[in-house]
């Protein structure tokens, strides 16, 4: 029987874009994402909207302001899911409202290696599961170890263990650049930096990398999609939502891994590429933290969404604000979603922070900021959309007047807010 899921979501902030250059040729029929359901139906096109709202610093040297999503905004708002699911539609409908364009369709079996970013800086596994293993060396002593550990050595790797008495003990030298633990149980434990350790279904080993090495998980796709979106939002939300999440997982994980090349990787498993956290966590202790989510692959195994027959990078964030953010591709358009709105929960609505001057001249090489001046908004959403491009006004530091161009993103960072959609004073 499974431990009780305790989930450590996170709902994410911006997501790294990364540019396809290459098709994948799927196994399976395609079936229409935007074929029906009240989800589909093209967006009116919005004009950007050039304007002019100056905010001027109160004499107090600080102004308000209001912020709405918490991310880019491109493609799956992961609340805006919620909304929609709460309101009857399904995954498939879902997913055909965030990436219009696209199929659904089905991939053959596949891995995908995933470069950890918590665990030692010598691959270290605990030897806790019968029949553990490792690539390429001799069988792993069977009793009177607690843990077996990779390090570099000479232009490959080195296979050494910790005694039960707690010293250290070399078992096997020249080994390939490469070596990997598995076990009969098919689940490998990794022991954390911080002395936590999470529990990773396929394969965990080292890989040399100029004088060091690094980590990988190689697992099966739909492996990683559990452990990806246990990570990403909460088991308890509308299957519909977790659902949509998991197809939009897999088919961004499936985009990335198609670029990755002579990498020694595909992804990582921070929200830099995709939060990604195993089968199970546990801390120092050994008590159970998390586990994956296995019900959210339940119908959708192997399923990824495809545009013109290549890989959809398939880009999402915890909330849009209220509307989407146009991706450069015809599958992350720019939209008005009724479904990211107060019904669904999003608590990134409406928002406020009180900014001062002077934190905002030092984050612009200023000496003093007076104003910002916005001139173009996106046109979508409440407040006529992101802002687009701005002007922070205010005096060098040899006291020449200042008026510098900026962005919406430039600004919310700033400020300290993963967002662009922002209205001042």
Not at 167 to 182: E, I, P, T, V
Not at 293 to 306: E, S
Not at 359 to 368: D, I
Request: with cysteine; proline share 4%; net charge positive.
């Amino acid at each position: 029987m499974r431990p009780p899921r305790a989930l450590p979501f996170r709902l994410p902030g911006r997501r790294t874009a990364a540019a396809l250059s290459c098709a994948v040729v799927a196994a399976g029929s395609a079936v229409a994402v935007g074929a029906a359901g009240p989800a589909e139906g093209a967006a009116p096109r919005a004009a950007a909207r050039p304007h002019t709202e100056i905010a001027r610093f109160s004499a107090t040297g600080s102004l308000t302001v209001q912020w709405r999503g918490n991310g880019h905004g491109h493609g799956l708002s992961q609340y805006g899911a919620r909304g929609a699911a709460l309101k009857g539609l399904s995954a498939r409908q879902i997913l055909a409202f965030y990436y219009p364009h696209t199929t659904l369709t089905q991939t053959r079996p596949s891995w995908i290696r995933v470069k950890l970013s918590n665990a030692t800086a010598q691959t270290t596994v605990l030897a806790n599961v019968s029949g553990l293993r490792l690539s390429g060396a001799r069988p792993l002593p069977a009793s009177g170890y607690r843990r077996f550990r990779l390090v570099p050595s000479g232009s490959g790797l080195a296979l050494q263990g910790l005694t039960n008495r707690g010293s250290w003990k070399m078992l096997q030298r020249n080994l390939a650049s490469r070596a990997d633990f598995s076990s009969s149980r098919g689940w490998v434990q990794v022991l954390n930096s911080d002395g936590s350790s999470i529990r990773y279904r396929g394969k965990v080993g080292a890989v040399r990398s100029g004088s060091g090495e690094l980590t990988i998980n190689r697992t099966h796709l739909d492996y990683y999609v559990e452990g990806t979106v246990a990570r990403e939002v909460p088991a308890s939300w509308p299957a519909a939502a977790v659902q949509a999440q998991a197809i939009a997982a897999r088919s961004y994980a499936d985009a990335v891994r198609s670029t990755s090349g002579d990498s020694q990787y595909d992804i990582c498993d921070t929200t830099v590429c995709q939060a990604y956290g195993g089968a199970a966590g546990y801390d120092s202790s050994g008590h159970l933290l998390w586990t994956d989510n296995r019900d959210a692959i339940a119908g959708n195994q192997r399923t990824v969404l495809r545009y013109q027959g290549g890989p959809v990078l398939a880009q999402y964030s915890a909330s849009n604000g209220g509307a989407t953010v146009d991706g450069g591709t015809p599958y992350l358009v720019a939209r008005t979603d009724p479904y990211d709105t107060a019904a669904s929960g999003d608590p990134y609505l409406n928002e406020s922070e009180r900014v001062r001057a002077a934190a905002l001249a030092r984050s612009y090489g200023l000496k003093s900021v007076s104003s910002i001046q916005v001139t173009k908004r996106d046109g979508y959403g409440p407040w006529g959309g992101r802002i687009v491009t701005a002007y922070v006004n205010g005096k060098k530091s040899s006291g020449a007047a200042a008026h510098l161009a900026t962005t919406g993103y430039d600004l919310g960072s700033a400020v300290g807010l993963w967002t662009d959609y922002l209205r001042i004073g």
